[in-house]
């Protein structure tokens, strides 16, 4: 059983009225994120495709892995 992460969840914006420091928090929780999404990717690509599928990626999860290049 594989544990996936979608990274079009994110998470949710704050108010354009909210104070300083809780858009300045929200903007380190945002960028940490990205962060941890580049990092797993990279992570997979190492692997190959017959190890991804073993741990019960599909194949459309693995042709994402390896054609999201910008991320």
Same mark, same amino acid.
């Given at each position: +059983?594989?544990?996936?992460?979608?990274?079009?969840?994110?998470?949710?914006?704050?108010?354009?009225?909210?104070?300083?420091? +809780?858009?300045?928090?929200?903007?380190?929780?945002?960028?940490?994120?990205?962060?941890?999404?580049?990092?797993?990717?990279?992570?997979?690509?190492?692997?190959?495709?017959?190890?991804?599928?073993?741990?019960?990626?599909?194949?459309?999860?693995?042709?994402?892995?390896?054609?999201?290049?910008?991320?």
């Amino acid at each position: +059983m594989a544990t996936t992460y979608d990274a079009s969840l994110g998470v949710a914006e704050p108010k354009e009225n909210s104070g300083l420091l +809780m858009r300045f928090f929200g903007r380190v929780i945002e960028a940490r994120q990205r962060e941890a999404v580049r990092r797993v990717r990279q992570h997979l690509r190492s692997l190959d495709r017959e190890t991804l599928r073993n741990i019960g990626y599909t194949d459309e999860e693995i042709n994402s892995v390896y054609n999201n290049a910008n991320i």
